[in-house]
């Protein structure tokens, strides 16, 4: 795996043969993935749709980290339209910045505005002035460089201008490749924004050197370096998410970094001093943390995804183990699941028997489907934004999971709206966007994820019981919705299988 | 030769095509272009416009052809054409529009072609070219428009003598847009008139397919719409006038002026209409006599804003408020003849004030303007600042503001601090509530 060398990431459909169009039970998928469909060979790999409704791309996806990294101008290169969609994060990107570091900025970004006479002449006049402005305007430790589809495609050799730019600024600048249309899998992103980490913000922090290394010094080093362990955020995840992990880890005596969401650059240095590479969630973070394995020799561990019980339970023992802490684990688990267990019954008792339809990314709807389990209700269908190898591990959690029904669909609100008219469940817990359709099924919605909601560990638990029950309570915004407005879809649509135009591209 | 923008205020040409669809009932968009188009641009129009929302076919909804790299490589004529045969089979609509972006563009897929091919169904499919890097927001209002002028809206000689449609107010960019419609048509109808406003409250695609018996455009606005009222001129021969963005009493007298004297609409009706107007007006202004001079509640004001409601907005302050525009930026993109025509709105202000006016796209310019019009304190012990100053401006003002410690009202593109349903700023009820906010915040605390 010689990917770093690369100009940039590969697309995910090609590295890990990932699928956005499927549609069966968990059971078939099981078997699909035991049978070698995300291999090369693979089935899933190459299914489309004959129609679409449009989805993310990997651009707008690394904005959603690229716009957290602190100290940073993100200068969007393709005409204007182009990461516009950072006007949604314009206010609580900086109050989420500020909750680490009271003094953050909010977003900056320019756009290079490519008109019709840059995509003939090219558009390198215009990056480089925009390179210059905003090095002298804001004075940033970095300026990352977001391409478009257009730059890509007129062939503007962006490395080699960034490189000779470099030389004048004071920034350092961060090339991110993440052209929408080299990719149908959304997530490919995430790899498109590591390629860029690790080229630019990833090297060894310069530490004072002692002439001559006292033994206490040097012990006390290693042994911090033994405690401490970097923990993968993801945008989506809340402060409070990382306050609970935090306190989980420091219980068996870990000390915890994030990055890289809301990092600065130098957390980014000091990440490197650290004994293991701990991944929430296999979608972000493999093509990163393979790579700093072999660079540095630092060890990952992608398993679960710690939310629910049992999922936070096996995370924490996994971790546990690299250190030979397991007996720390096993105390601090039983103690957090006996008070936690308690605290749940009450919702039990209103929650038990209600069905439910989960949609969004792949590890995070299996992992939600633990805690559904747990408060005694039925998930009667899965939708993932992708499927592929990662989602393995995080099925062992689930209870009589295999006649599930899941598909794999980005957003595609067609779909969904034809298997919940099917299913008729009675909660949906889903990813954002999308919900002008959603909510006129008349429903509950809780949103699967939340920037400024606790949804992980133990207390994450605990909150999304909590507001279950209180969104169960009282729906009647959606049902007034539903009465009063009408789907877009025609009514032939419903009486076709919800997966009727999934086509085999191969 | 355009420049990179610090922050832009608008998203492109397929963006506005987006948002003007979004505002037409049954209009269902097919977006031919890269996967990501349709979704950005929806996380920038909905949180930007108050929370707009996707509606009945926006949003994620929104079909797209979602091209990818081996589409580059072929074309991408084939997914097209499927995409455009399914979107009819599932999505209910009365009109379909295909809109493209860059990359379908660049590679050179023939639209018109591929379009073609479904003349005869039984609902229009409309093909408009909205790469985007062909303009901003605003083209793509135009370029939506143009295309329905030519393509939808019936040809028809005989025209209605008292039916008048309005441009120039771009949904989405406005945030207001849809009270605003309203708030235009209602002064409209005090003259008489019947009027289209294509994306109003109960207005349908019926309404914009007969808007061709008009006989005259209204275009509220120098800057936009522009485009369109010609194409309409020159398709359907309806002559077209703008008369800029009114807020207020004395723009709504001004406006309801000019629209008598362009269609030999007696003065008099006019005159009564403005009358009522003017009554209801400073029934509810008269209340702010007392705490507007109890409290001295006149401010500075710096106005950050787009071409129709900075000149409406300054003009507003300066001669009805009785407040002080001491700076104001306009945002859009713009030609010299375009800056100059929005220049004259500034001059003739009745309080006799002159305003420093700036055409700059970039965010982080406002400050330095700032600093020009109004050294800082250096020192002195008696030092004449520019305080108290409220911001008219958008969201993006938010850290100006707060490092100034002045208040802040948001009301042109982005707002996301804001929920916007029906408000208007326009005409004289639209004044009311843009006073109620404005002086608001100023009476928050108490």
Redesign the interface.
């Known amino acids: 795996m010689d990917y770093i060398n690369a100009k940039s990431a590969p697309a995910r459909e090609d590295r890990l043969k990932a699928s956005i169009a499927f549609g069966g039970t968990c059971g078939e998928l099981k078997n699909c993935i035991k049978s070698g469909c995300f291999s090369k060979t693979g089935c899933l790999n190459l299914a489309n749709r004959r129609f679409s409704q449009t989805q993310g791309c990997q651009f707008t996806l690394s904005l959603s980290i690229l716009n957290t990294l602190r100290n940073a101008v993100v200068i969007m290169h393709s005409p204007i339209g182009c990461g516009v969609c950072s006007i949604g994060n314009v206010g609580v990107n900086k109050t989420f910045k500020q909750l680490r570091d009271p003094n953050a900025e909010g977003i900056i970004w320019l756009s290079t505005n490519l008109d019709e006479v840059d995509v003939i002449s090219g558009g390198e006049h215009k990056l480089r002035e925009a390179v210059l402005f905003a090095d002298r305007e804001f004075r940033p430790e970095t300026i990352i460089v977001a391409n478009g589809c257009v730059p890509a495609l007129i062939g503007d050799d962006i490395d080699s201008i960034l490189a000779d730019l470099e030389t004048q600024t004071a920034a350092t600048i961060v090339p991110v490749h993440c052209e929408g249309f080299k990719t149908k899998v959304m997530a490919t992103a995430y790899d498109a924004v590591y390629h860029g980490i690790l080229k630019k913000y990833i090297k060894k922090p310069e530490r004072r050197q002692y002439t001559i290394e006292p033994d206490l010094e040097k012990l006390k080093e290693q042994y911090r370096i033994s405690r401490n362990v970097n923990v993968f955020n993801v945008s989506s995840m809340s402060r409070q998410d990382e306050l609970e992990l935090q306190r989980l880890l420091n219980a068996i005596g870990l000390n915890v970094t994030f990055i890289p969401c809301y990092a600065e650059p130098e957390d980014f240095e000091y990440s490197l001093e650290s004994s293991l590479n701990i991944s929430i969630c296999g979608t972000h973070d493999d093509y990163f943390l393979k790579i700093i394995k072999e660079k540095y020799e630092i060890p990952f561990l992608i398993d679960t995804m710690p939310i629910g019980r049992k999922n936070t339970d096996r995370w924490i023992l996994k971790i546990s183990e690299y250190f030979g802490l397991e007996k720390e684990a096993r105390q601090l688990i039983d103690l957090e699941n006996r008070l936690l267990d308690e605290s749940l019954e009450p919702f039990r008792k209103a929650l038990s028997g209600k069905r439910a339809y989960i949609s969004g990314g792949e590890v995070r709807i299996i992992a939600t489907a633990e805690i559904l389990q747990d408060l005694g209700m039925k998930v009667v269908g899965l939708k993932a934004h992708h499927l592929d190898q990662f989602i393995e591990p995080v099925f062992d959690a689930l209870d009589e999971i295999d006649d599930v029904l899941i598909s794999a669909a980005t957003n595609q609100p067609f779909e969904q709206s034809n298997i919940m008219n099917r299913l008729k469940p009675d909660v949906i817990i889903t990813h954002t966007g999308g919900n002008n359709i959603t909510a006129k099924h008349g429903l509950p919605v809780l949103p699967l994820f939340g920037p400024s909601y606790n949804y992980m560990g133990y207390s994450g638990t605990y909150e999304v019981a909590r507001r279950l029950n209180r969104i169960l309570r009282n729906y009647q915004f959606n049902k007034k919705l539903s009465q009063n407005t009408r789907l877009p879809f025609k009514k032939e649509w419903y009486e076709k299988d919800p997966f009727y135009y999934i086509k085999n591209e191969s | 030769?355009?420049?990179?923008?610090?922050?832009?205020r608008?998203?492109?040409?397929?963006?506005g095509a987006l948002s003007t669809l979004r505002a037409i009932p049954c209009a269902?968009p097919i977006?031919h272009a890269?996967?990501?188009?349709?979704?950005?641009?929806?996380?920038?129009i909905?949180?930007?416009a108050g929370y707009l929302?996707?509606?009945?076919?926006?949003?994620?909804?929104?079909?797209?052809?979602?091209?990818?790299?081996?589409?580059?490589v072929f074309g991408g004529e084939n997914r097209l054409r499927?995409?455009i045969a399914?979107?009819m089979?599932?999505?209910?609509?009365e009109l379909y529009i295909v809109l493209t972006g860059?990359?379908v563009e660049?590679?050179g897929d023939d639209l018109d072609a591929v379009v073609s091919e479904f003349a005869d169904c039984d609902k229009p499919v409309i093909a408009v070219h909205t790469?985007?890097?062909?303009?901003?927001s605003f083209t793509g209002y135009e370029l939506v428009l143009c295309s329905l002028i030519q393509k939808y809206i019936t040809r028809q000689t005989n025209k209605d003598p008292s039916l008048v449609n309005v441009l120039g107010i771009v949904p989405a960019q406005d945030v207001f847009w849809k009270g605003n419609l309203r708030e235009i048509k209602r002064l409209l109808e005090r003259l008489g008139l019947k009027v289209n406003t294509f994306f109003g409250e109960s207005e349908t695609l019926e309404d914009i397919k007969n808007s061709g018996r008009a006989s005259l455009n209204i275009v509220v606005s120098d800057v936009y719409g522009i485009d369109a009222a010609e194409k309409f001129k020159d398709i359907h021969g309806i002559p077209y006038i703008t008369t800029g963005f009114p807020i207020g009493a004395d723009a709504t007298k001004e406006f309801l002026f000019v629209i008598a004297d362009a269609l030999g609409i007696e003065e008099s009706l006019a005159e009564s209409a403005y009358e009522s107007e003017r009554q209801v007006y400073y029934d509810y202004m008269e209340r702010l006599s007392d705490i507007y001079n109890d409290l001295d509640l006149q401010r500075y004001a710096v106005v950050v804003g787009d071409s129709n409601y900075a000149p409406a907005i300054s003009r507003f302050l300066s001669d009805e408020l009785g407040w002080l525009p001491e700076l104001v930026v306009i945002t859009d993109s713009l030609e010299a003849a375009q800056q100059n025509e929005l220049a004259k709105r500034f001059e003739n202000f009745e309080s006799g004030l002159k305003p420093s006016v700036r055409f700059d796209t970039d965010t982080?310019s406002v400050k330095k303007y700032i600093a020009e019009i109004w050294p800082r304190n250096r020192n002195e012990r008696y030092f004449n600042f520019m305080n108290p100053t409220v911001i008219i401006g958008s969201?993006?003002e938010?850290?100006l503001a707060a490092e100034f410690g002045f208040p802040l009202l948001t009301v042109s593109y982005?707002v996301?601090?804001r929920v916007v349903l029906n408000r208007a700023y326009a005409g004289t009820n639209g004044a009311l509530s843009f006073t109620e906010d404005l002086l608001g915040i100023l009476v928050a605390g108490r």
């Open positions: 030769m355009s420049k990179f923008i610090d922050r832009p608008y998203a492109c040409a397929l963006g269902i977006i890269s996967t990501g188009c349709g979704h950005n641009l929806h996380n920038a909905n949180p930007g929302g996707g509606g009945y076919c926006g949003g994620l909804a929104l079909p797209s052809s979602n091209v990818s790299e081996r589409d580059v499927e995409q399914s979107t089979e599932i999505m209910d609509g860059c990359m660049m590679i790469p985007s890097f062909r303009g901003n982080s969201v993006y938010r850290d982005p996301t601090n």
